[in-house]
């Protein structure tokens, strides 16, 4: 429950009076023990103390015991590192993954040892301008919101700190990406024409989740969580739980499906289980470098601050091919894009699949090079 007011001295040493939001009064000990700091424990929480006087008694019993050895709160670690592992281990393994990394690669080396409620503001904005000077994705920079805001939002309800602080720094910015014509400085044909040469050249497993992202406009997320026994007959049947989409399924339902180019089916041949082995951001990372360093894109000042990646495949293949088969229809159909005025399963079945098809197949052969 929200704090009203500040902590009220009270007779008793160590004890602290707080008012809550509803009225109530918790009697909260501060105190150190044994060369040890406890901080603020809410002993009317924990110990149902009604009186300044009971949790002043209550303090003492609980120093004896914890001279004894015995763990009174039965305290889980507050260390950061402890209570992020902990939410993690909770989430889908896609999500896990790609969080770990993120968290392992960016936010633990800043504050993984320290206890949660010495995590400061600065410690976060640190984290934000290290990776903003990598020129790392807003989406990515968001991602510590995403994963410290809920371990942080859990601590500061269990009164563990006095606030939320990754509520007091802005992470990732303007969430709204630049149109891609607004950063290359050549048709979007020609644009992504290189970067799917450059794609076919990348070392092996790398080239073909690229070709998948770059013909097909599949996250790198969902790629990852490809297995060769959802492909049949060249087709990949999605299932629910591999995409943002529709989460809402059981997460082994096929939602979708898509066709995949030869260039693709002749690079991962057949097998069992995960096609792909490494980490999301590996094959981000190993995206960007692509990008930067092998296409010679022609780019506008903007793209500086807002480079071309692998979502951008998603834009580049709906304004491309929405010239030819419309917006709505290429959004809906190969794209999965939700519609406020009409259900997407609805919209998605009323599509016949050759229709999809003929989407795909009419813009790789652009990609290629065999058609304007």
């Known amino acids: 429950m929200a704090r009203k007011n500040k902590l009220k001295n009270t007779k008793y040493p160590s004890i602290k009076e707080l008012e809550m939001a509803d009225g109530s009064k918790n009697h909260i000990a501060i105190f150190s023990h044994n060369g040890t700091r406890y901080g603020e424990r809410n002993l009317t929480k924990l110990f149902g103390v009604r009186s300044a006087k009971q949790a002043f008694e209550q303090l003492q019993e609980i120093k004896s015991e914890l001279s004894k050895g015995i763990d009174v709160f039965g305290s889980k670690s507050e260390k950061v590192d402890d209570l992020v592992v902990a939410y993690l281990s909770k989430k889908d393994e896609g999500y896990r993954k790609t969080s770990e990394w993120t968290y392992k690669k960016h936010i633990q080396p800043v504050i993984g040892h320290l206890m949660i409620n010495k995590v400061s503001k600065d410690h976060l904005e640190k984290i934000k301008k290290n990776m903003e000077d990598s020129k790392l994705a807003k989406s990515t920079i968001k991602k510590v919101r995403t994963i410290l805001h809920p371990v942080f939002q859990e601590a500061y309800q269990n009164e563990v700190v006095r606030r939320n602080v990754v509520e007091q720094v802005s992470m990732g910015g303007d969430s709204v990406k630049p149109e891609l014509t607004d950063r290359l400085n050549e048709p ?115 793209a500086e601050k807002h480079p071309i990646r692998s979502h951008d495949n998603r834009n580049f293949l709906l304004s491309i091919q929405s010239k030819k088969f419309g917006i709505d229809f290429v959004g809906t159909a190969c794209l999965s894009h939700t519609n406020k005025k009409a259900d997407i399963n609805a919209r998605y079945h009323s599509i016949e699949f050759d229709d999809v098809v003929e989407v795909f197949e009419d813009y790789w052969e652009k990609l290629r090079g065999n058609v304007n």
């Open 188 to 302: 979007l044909i020609d644009a992504i024409r290189k970067i799917y040469n450059s794609a076919l050249k990348q070392a092996n497993n790398y080239n073909a989740m690229f070709l998948i992202s770059i013909m097909c406009a599949r996250r790198f997320g969902e790629i990852l969580q490809l297995r060769y026994e959802d492909i049949v007959n060249g087709v990949v049947h999605v299932r629910a739980g591999t995409t943002k989409t529709f989460k809402d399924k059981n997460p082994e339902t096929v939602a979708e499906k898509y066709p995949l180019p030869k260039e693709v089916l002749d690079l991962i041949g057949i097998g069992e289980g995960e096609i792909f082995k490494l980490y999301n951001r590996t094959y981000s990372d190993k995206y960007a470098q692509m990008i930067d360093l092998g296409t010679k894109l022609k780019l506008k000042p903007l």
